[in-house]
């Protein structure tokens, strides 16, 4: 996937193509079939907080990310907000609702300024019609994000406070980062109350930990930039949990 910088800049029919080619299930579709997908696309810019979509409205679009991050989330019963997923340059979402015909099931907020083609639902079901991969490699990229949403439940649900945010944050550095003199960078500038929407933490509770960690040079906090300084002694406080409850 191209880095965010990177994907900022483009500007072209082909620069654009490049990102959706890397995509597994718009790369799937036949050439002409993703052009025929742009044609009827929409490129949209989006402020930072901007919202894309809200829980309700109606599935028309779905979107590829070619620059910046977007928050996927909804609230429970009690107001709170639960963090979903964080999609970032290459990243597609939006297709459950087109594919279904439902309401969205989410909220999308730009976690950054960011740009994103508005595919047009219609015109994408009948691209995955006849391309069969395409449509094979949707349902196996619907299960994973399943499978990865479950997980961070779970993890909210059994796991203590350090294994929970250690696992959050080796999982963004996973998917949106990238290396520097010290450690690992994670791309997306989240706030300690967004990091405790992805945990079900209080914010109070992120920032106790996160000046732990920081003390015990484990991370580097850069306003609202989190760099994995020791990703190894990250990984063994999570790990912790999940060897203690094998043994169980």
């Not at 029919?13 to 490049?18: C, E, M, R, Y």
């Not at 928050?71 to 907000?81: M, P, Q, Y």
């Not at 979903?84 to 340059?89: F, T």
Request: aromatic letters at 4%.
């Amino acid at each position: 996937m191209p880095k965010d910088a990177e994907a900022g800049r483009l500007t072209g029919k082909d620069a654009v193509l490049g990102v959706l080619r890397s995509h597994r299930v718009l790369g799937s579709l036949a050439g002409h079939d993703l052009e025929h997908l742009l044609a009827f696309s929409q490129l949209r810019h989006f402020r930072r907080r901007a919202q894309l979509f809200v829980t309700g409205h109606p599935g028309a679009s779905v979107y590829a990310v070619l620059s910046g991050y977007v928050k996927l989330s909804r609230a429970n019963s009690t107001g709170r907000e639960i963090v979903l997923e964080l999609a970032g340059p290459g990243s597609l979402f939006g297709e459950l609702a087109v594919i279904n015909g439902w309401p969205r099931s989410a909220d999308a907020v730009a976690l950054s300024d960011c740009r994103a083609l508005a595919i047009d639902g219609r015109h994408y079901m009948d691209a995955l019609r006849r391309n069969p991969e395409a449509m094979l490699a949707t349902i196996r990229h619907l299960s994973e994000r399943l499978t990865a949403t479950t997980s961070q439940m779970e993890d909210a649900l059994f796991l203590p406070a350090p294994a929970r945010v250690a696992r959050a944050l080796i999982r963004l550095a996973a998917q949106h980062s990238q290396p520097t003199g010290d450690g690992l960078q994670i791309d997306i500038a989240i706030s300690q109350r967004e990091l405790g929407d992805i945990t079900g933490l209080a914010r109070e509770s992120i920032n106790k930990q996160l000046a732990v960690w920081r003390d015990e040079r484990i991370i580097r906090l850069d306003g609202q930039h989190v760099t994995l300084t020791n990703a190894a002694a990250l990984q063994q406080v999570a790990n912790r949990v999940g060897d203690a409850a094998a043994a169980a």
